[in-house]
């Protein structure tokens, strides 16, 4: 454990855990964790689920929820297959934490090694301890019976025979519907994990898995799920024939999570907005639970305090931001954290089973919110201040913190007790200064007035969006980027140089020859559309041959427009693109990048410009 820590959690360190692991399958930046073989060939799903109501809506369901399988806890943990067979360890201790979900389930081929033969023991189990914890367990229906795939695998598509998924699926939901009421379809498939796999075909997954399922449990749930915020994916799944057989939605945002370090609250924001404008347009209810299945961000496996306090902020922000954007279930990835061979890892629990200042900051949200936490409005405390107001168990709760480079002081009108991520608390008096930085805080205490200003904001559009007025969104880029409705994300691509960015071609791994770009969906969303990209570039150095192309997000997913060469000469220069099936939904994280790689020297770029046409 940390130095200098209690351990509220009751984990002792335990050498003695199986330390097998597969190192094939670890957290990348299109979304981790997932299911994968384990030691005995047992196979485990770990993704994320947590949330709770959108900002805006009524909720629909009392607290006093009469199905047992069910609550209104956003508070979800997943556990990767690392490590799974800790779970009787774990769980307790994810549990005194708050944590009230866990999402993970066995293989297909493990419970159904032959046809007409199960093996119910393993998944008996999990079950069996989840009951005990008082842990609700999300199921995942995934990936192929060797036997029913393609090529005696377990991912490849197309199925054998639809017929074999649906048997599946019915003898799961038979054994288990006592205690699972969530069901999820696949992991990842728009991802690595279903080769020759296409939305028609995921979409007769979803089909057939809700017909089955809810012949047996009329209340079960089937939800939808992609890597990362491949909201283009689950559209044209929709569209091929999911439509009217999902029950709620679910998504992988790590590239966003990623992107809070440098301001990327806005982005976060949105995505409930996308996701809704998505299943609107395609007739669908939008007021379906939208999932964050999941969300995570490594620290080393060693002690490390500031990377350690990384971790945590963004555990904060990752809670705080899903339940105020309407995010219904939330959860972070991992429970426990293998090494992956790169000396960090995902998880709230080392391998020693010591804790990580990740679960301490859990616990304190679940204290300080309760299980059952409301978002209730928002305050515009100053330039650059995020303020959301949640209804926790013992009342209003304010979450604050600031944009990078944004410390300040304020002052409130009411005593108000000030709660940290570690759990430490302060009291400080009426009108006296605050500090408030970009780790959270938590505030209790605040005054009527206060409380009634955030929820007459509740329904009204975020401060901190960018203008999404005009029909052009520029980016001008340099020391201190400006961006409003366009901006550059993971900036550390590039280098400020001589009121621009230089494309920085040392990086060893080649990012340093893109640099990505996103645009507000306020500004340009969902749906073909026509745009002009334009670059405002130069060569690093006259005489040197240097170059660029587009990469961007269409109807067909990500493609790449041709490749300009930058005239010669030290004189900036417009580069345009026109597009004419421009289909921006932020899939990873991103909806276009400048592509220098066939480049054969470096380029500075002083401004980018996004033109609607149509």
């Known amino acids: 454990m940390e130095r200098g820590m209690t351990n509220p959690f009751g984990l002792a360190p335990a050498a003695d855990v199986d330390h097998q692991r597969r190192a094939d399958r670890r957290p990348s930046s299109t979304g981790c964790g997932s299911l994968v073989r384990w030691a005995g060939g047992v196979v485990l799903c770990a993704l994320l689920a ?78 069996r301890i989840a009951r005990a914890n008082d842990v609700h367990l999300v199921g995942v229906l995934a990936y192929l019976a060797p036997w029913a795939s393609a090529d005696g695998g377990t991912r490849q598509f197309p199925i054998k025979d639809i017929r ?16 699972i009421k969530y069901w999820e379809i696949w992991n990842e498939f728009n991802g690595s994990f279903a080769p020759g796999g296409t939305p028609a075909q995921y979409a007769e997954l979803v089909r057939e898995a809700a017909i089955a399922a809810k012949k047996i449990d009329p209340n079960a749930k089937i939800g939808m799920s992609v890597a990362s915020f491949d909201v283009n994916f689950i559209d044209a799944a929709i569209k091929s024939g999911a439509a009217g057989h999902f029950d709620f939605v679910c998504v992988h945002p790590y590239e966003y999570l ?36 999941e969300i995570g961000s490594s620290a080393p496996t060693r002690p490390d305090q500031a990377a350690d306090d990384t971790q945590a ?29 790169k000396g960090t890892d995902y998880g709230l629990i080392r391998e020693d089973m010591s804790p990580r200042p990740s679960l301490t900051s859990l616990k304190t949200l679940t204290d300080v919110l309760g299980q059952e936490p409301k978002a209730a409005g928002w305050l515009n405390l100053g330039d650059g201040i995020y303020g959301f107001l949640f209804d926790g168990a013992k009342g209003a709760v304010l979450a604050a913190w600031t944009a990078p480079r944004h410390d300040t002081r304020i002052t409130f009108d009411s005593e108000v007790l000030i709660t940290a ?17 970009s780790k959270p805080v938590l505030l209790t205490g605040l005054s009527p007035r206060l409380i009634e200003m955030a929820r007459k904001n509740r329904d009204a559009p975020y401060p901190w969006a960018a203008s999404a007025a005009g029909n052009v969104a520029v980016a001008r880029l340099g020391d201190d980027s400006q961006a409003g409705a366009l901006s550059q994300i993971r900036q550390d691509t590039t280098v400020a140089e001589q009121g621009a960015r230089r494309m920085n071609f040392a990086r060893a791994d080649k990012e340093g020859h893109y640099a990505y770009f996103r645009v507000d969906p306020a500004f340009l969303g969902l749906g073909a559309k026509q745009v002009e990209i334009t670059a405002v570039v130069r060569r690093a150095k006259p005489g040197e041959i240097a170059g660029m192309s587009v990469d961007y997000e269409s109807t067909r997913g990500y493609v790449g427009a041709d490749y300009r060469t930058i005239p010669d000469g030290d004189q900036w220069t417009e580069l345009s693109w026109r597009l004419s099936d421009a289909n921006f939904a932020g899939a ?27």
């Open 588 to 614: 990873w994280g991103w909806n276009f990048r400048l592509n220098a790689i066939a480049s054969p020297n470096e380029l500075l770029i002083r401004e980018v410009r996004v033109k609607k046409l149509d």
């Open 258 to 293: 990623a992107e809070l370090a440098a301001g990327g609250e806005p982005a976060f924001l949105s995505m409930t907005t996308s996701l809704r404008n998505m299943l609107k347009a395609n007739h669908q209810s939008e007021r379906l639970p939208l999932w964050i299945t």
């Open 50 to 127: 947590g949330g709770l109501a959108e900002r805006g809506a009524a909720q629909e369901r009392s607290s006093a929820v009469a199905d047992r399988r069910d609550d209104l806890s956003p508070w979800g943990v997943a556990s990767g297959a690392e490590w799974f067979n800790a779970y009787p360890q774990f769980m307790p201790v994810l549990r005194r934490a708050g944590v009230g979900w866990l999402r993970g389930f066995y293989e297909w081929q493990i419970i159904q090694p032959v046809p007409g033969r199960w093996n119910f023991t393993l998944p008996d189990a999990l079950v």
């Open 313 to 341: 902020v963004l555990l904060t922000k990752a809670y705080l931001l899903s339940i105020a954007a309407g995010f219904e279930r939330v959860f972070w990835f991992e429970a426990r954290g293998p090494s992956y061979g």
């Open 164 to 179: 074999f998924w649906r048997d599946y699926v019915d003898g799961l939901v038979t054994r288990y519907h006592a205690d």
């Open 421 to 437: 991520p570690s759990g430490a608390s302060t009291t400080v008096g009426a009108g006296t200064p605050v500090s408030i930085s």
